[in-house]
C-alpha cells in the first residue's frame, strides 16, 4: 500500500521556471527520501532528510519536512528540460521504505 | 564503485510459467529490496534481505519469492505467472535498508 501521496500528479512548466511537488504521509517517520525516474528506467537518489530536520539543500534541490502536518515539498529551481522525469517521495519508518505516488513533471525548452 | 546490477533487462513469459530475476548490489551493502512497478499500483514493495534473511515482506501472494546468498546477491522468483505479474521489477540496495536506496535498471517482465 502506498505511504505517500504526491502532488500534484502532473506538472508542466517551461524552462526556467520553478517546480514545487508535495508529499503527504500517514504514520510516523525516521527519515524522507526523494526520487528521481526517467522513463522506464531505475530510480535515482535525490536527497534524504531526516525527521529531526526542517530543511535541506542539494544543488537546485530544495527539501522542506512538516512532520507536525505529515508533509514534505521537494523544490526544483530554474529548470531544465533535463529534468522532466517522474518524482517520488519515500517514507521509512521502523520497518520499510514506502514508495508515493509520484509527480510527473514535465519542463519544455 | 560499480552499480547495482540487475538480469535479464527484458524477460517475456508465458502464463503459468516461472521466472527468476537476479540482483547484484554494489560491493559492501547487505540489504537488497526488490520493488514491482506497475502503471496502476505504482512502486510496490516486495520485499527486503538482510544479511541472507528475509527482513521485511510487502504484502504480495507466496508466489513471490525471493532469497540472498552470502555474497549479498539476491534473487527473486515468480511462479505460476500471471497476465498481472507484467511489470518493471526494480531492486535497489542499502548500507542498512533505511538509508539511501541505490537502485538497478530493472527487469521489464512481460507475461503472454
Known amino acids: 500500500s502506498q505511504q505517500g501521496e504526491e502532488d500534484p500528479q502532473a506538472l508542466s512548466i517551461q524552462e526556467g521556471e520553478n517546480a514545487t511537488m508535495n508529499c503527504s504521509y500517514k504514520?510516523?517517520?525516521?527519515?524522507l527520501q526523494w526520487y528521481r525516474q526517467n522513463s522506464g528506467r531505475g530510480l535515482v537518489h535525490l536527497i534524504l532528510i531526516r525527521s529531526n530536520e526542517r530543511e535541506k539543500h542539494s544543488g537546485r534541490l530544495r527539501v522542506t519536512l512538516d512532520t507536525s502536518k505529515k508533509s514534505s515539498s521537494l523544490l526544483i529551481t530554474a529548470s531544465r528540460a533535463a529534468d522532466t522525469a517522474s518524482y517520488f517521495c519515500?517514507?521509512?519508518?521502523?520497518?520499510?521504505?514506502?514508495f508515493g505516488t509520484g509527480t510527473r513533471l514535465q519542463v519544455f525548452p | 564503485k560499480a552499480g547495482v546490477t540487475q538480469t535479464p533487462r527484458y524477460l517475456i513469459k508465458t502464463r503459468g510459467q516461472q521466472v527468476t530475476l537476479s540482483c547484484s548490489p554494489i560491493s559492501g551493502h547487505r540489504s537488497v529490496s526488490w520493488y514491482q512497478q506497475t502503471p496502476g499500483q505504482g512502486l510496490q514493495f516486495l520485499f527486503e534481505?538482510?544479511?541472507?534473511?528475509?527482513?521485511n515482506k510487502g504484502n504480495f501472494p507466496g508466489r513471490f519469492s525471493g532469497r540472498q546468498f552470502s555474497n549479498s546477491r539476491s534473487e527473486m522468483n515468480v511462479s505460476t505467472l500471471e497476465l498481472g505479474d507484467s511489470a518493471l521489477y526494480l531492486c535497489?540496495?542499502?548500507?542498512?535498508?533505511?538509508?539511501?536506496?541505490?537502485f538497478g535498471p530493472g527487469t521489464r517482465l512481460t507475461v503472454l
Open positions: 534481505y538482510f544479511s541472507e534473511t528475509q527482513r
Open positions: 519515500a517514507t521509512v519508518n521502523t520497518d520499510k521504505l514506502i
Open positions: 504514520t510516523s517517520i525516521n527519515n
Open positions: 535497489a540496495s542499502s548500507l542498512y535498508g533505511r538509508d539511501t536506496q541505490y
